[in-house]
C-alpha cells in the first residue's frame, strides 16, 4: 500500500484545557473515554471491545511512532526497491527520500492514527484550535475534536477485529491501485461511523460529501507547512481515501468492507463502481530482460495514479487522459546504473487510448528527467492497448500480448487470486 496511506485523518486540530478535555495531564480521561467507545461501537452495530489501548502523544513524537510501523511492514530492501519502481515511471522524484517525505507530512499533519501491529490508537496532541471550534465545544460541553479522531480511530480498530487480512500492508507492496482502493473504503468507513458516533451525542447532521471533498482539498491546498513541499505523489492523494471513501460508505454502510473497491476506477467513478478491467501479471517478461538489467519488480497505477502522473509533470488534459482507463501495469528494472520500465496499459475504447498516447507524449521528457532516463520514454498502440517503454527495453514491448497473464476482473478478491496474494 502506498506509504500516504500509513497517514490518518489529516489536518485536524485538538482541544487542550477544558473542563470536559478528554485529556488530562498527558492522558486520556478513562469515563469520557468509555464512553466515546460505547458510542462508537454502537454507531457501527460492533459489539463493544473490552479494551482499547489509546494514548496520546506529541507531534514530534509522531514520526518514530509511524517509522517503527512502517519498517516492520516493509523491510529496507522492499522499501528500496518500492521507491525505485516510483522513479523508474516518473511518479517520484529521486532526490527525495519516499519514507522522510511521508514522515515529515504525518508530523504535521495526522491527528490521530491506529496502529494494526499494537493495537494502540494515539491522539496527537500540539495543534491549534480556531475559536470556532473551541466555541462550538463550550457550547456542547464535549471535546469535540478529539471525540472526532479517537471515533475515527476506534473504527480502525473495529475494521482490523472484522476484516484484518485489509490491514495486510505486505499483500499491497505491488498493488498502488488496489491498495488505494481499499484505503478509500477503510478511510470511508471510519469517517461515515465516527462522525455517526458523533452525531448519537446530539450534535447534528452527518457532514455533507461534497462540502467535505471541498473542505479537504482546501485544507490541502491552502497548507503551509511540509505538505505544501511534498512531492506530488502524497500532497495530490492525501485527501482522496476520506474525499472519496465517505460517500461510498454512506451509500453501502457495512457492505462496503464485505466488498470493497479494487480499483481507484470503481472510487472515483458512482456509475463504475462495480466495473471490470482488465489486469496483467508480467513475471513471464522478466526472463527476457536484457543482459545487465536486474527487475525491481511490479505495480499497477490506476486511474488515480495515471492521473497523478500527469498532473504533476505538467499535462493538462490529465483527468481527461486518465479516465477510460480499463487496467495497467508495469514492470520496472535497474540496466546498469540506469532505470528502466515497461509498462503496458488498457483503455475502454480506440479514442481513449490515442488520447493517453497523445497526453503522455507531452510529459515523456518531463518523466525522462525526472528519472534520469538517457532519452524520453516511447510508446506503440494497438487498439485498445498502449504500450510504454524506456530504453533499452524495447525488445519487450511485444511482450505483454503473449507473455503476460491476463484476465478481466471486477472485484478485490479476483484480484487477490490472480495475483496470488493470499
Keep these: 500500500m502506498r506509504l500516504a496511506a500509513a497517514l490518518a485523518l489529516p489536518a485536524l486540530a485538538l482541544l ?69 519502481r516510483l522513479v523508474a515511471v516518473g511518479l517520484w522524484p529521486p532526490e527525495r527520500d519516499l519514507l522522510e517525505e511521508t514522515l515529515l507530512v504525518a508530523r504535521d499533519e495526522v491527528a490521530g492514527f491506529y496502529l494494526p501491529e499494537s493495537r494502540v490508537l494515539y491522539v496527537v496532541e500540539g495543534f491549534h484550535v480556531p475559536f470556532s471550534v473551541r466555541f462550538f465545544s463550550a457550547l456542547l460541553r464535549r471535546d469535540v475534536m478529539r471525540e472526532v479522531v479517537l471515533s475515527h480511530e476506534l473504527v480502525h480498530l473495529l475494521q482490523h477485529l472484522d476484516a484484518p487480512r485489509l490491514f495486510d500492508a505486505s499483500s499491497w507492496m505491488e498493488q498502488d491501485d ?87 476506477e470503481q472510487v472515483l467513478h ?67 546504473g540506469q532505470l528502466a520500465f515497461l509498462w503496458w496499459t488498457a483503455w475502454d475504447s480506440e479514442a481513449e487510448a490515442q488520447e493517453f498516447e497523445r497526453v503522455y507524449a507531452g510529459i515523456a521528457a518531463a518523466v525522462a528527467a525526472r528519472a534520469g532516463l538517457a532519452a524520453p520514454p516511447r510508446s506503440q498502440r494497438a487498439g485498445r492497448a498502449v504500450v510504454v517503454w524506456s530504453d533499452p527495453l524495447e525488445g519487450l514491448a511485444g511482450l505483454p500480448d503473449t507473455a503476460a497473464r491476463r484476465a478481466r476482473i471486477s472485484s478485490l478478491d479476483e484480484l487477490r487470486a490472480h495475483f496470488q496474494l493470499d
Aim: contains cysteine; charged residues 25%; glycine residues 10%.
Design 270 to 336: 458512482e456509475e463504475r463502481r462495480f466495473a471490470d478491467f482488465e489486469v496483467a501479471d508480467l513475471a513471464g517478461l522478466e526472463p527476457a530482460l536484457p543482459a545487465g538489467c536486474e527487475s525491481l519488480g511490479q505495480n499497477t497505477l490506476g486511474e488515480l495514479g495515471i492521473w497523478v502522473l500527469l498532473h504533476d509533470l505538467g499535462a493538462a488534459e490529465a483527468a481527461a487522459a486518465s479516465d477510460g482507463w480499463d487496467g495497467d501495469r508495469y514492470l520496472a528494472a535497474r540496466c546498469g
Design 16 to 84: 487542550s484545557g477544558c473542563a470536559w478535555s478528554l485529556v488530562d495531564d498527558g492522558h486520556i480521561r478513562e469515563a469520557p473515554f468509555a464512553d466515546v467507545v460505547t458510542r462508537t461501537a454502537a454507531a457501527r452495530g460492533d459489539p463493544r471491545p473490552e479494551h482499547v489501548d489509546a494514548r496520546v502523544v506529541s507531534q514530534d513524537e509522531v514520526p518514530a511512532l509511524l517509522r517503527a510501523s512502517i519498517e516492520q511492514e516493509w523491510p529496507a530492501a522492499e522499501l528500496a526497491r518500492y521507491q525505485a
Design 178 to 264: 488496489a491498495g488505494e482502493a481499499v484505503q478509500a473504503a477503510l478511510e470511508g468507513d471510519a469517517t461515515h461511523y465516527g462522525f455517526r458516533a458523533l452525531m448519537q451525542g446530539g450534535s447534528g447532521a452527518l457532514p455533507d460529501p461534497a462540502e467535505m471533498e471541498a473542505g479537504l482539498e482546501s485544507e490541502v491546498s491552502s497548507s503551509d507547512g511540509a505538505l505544501a513541499e511534498a512531492p506530488g505523489l502524497l500532497r495530490l492523494t492525501l485527501a482522496f481515501p476520506y474525499a472519496r471513501g465517505y460517500p461510498l460508505s454512506l451509500a453501502e454502510g457495512r457492505m462496503l468492507l464485505e466488498n470493497p473497491p479494487a480499483s481507484t
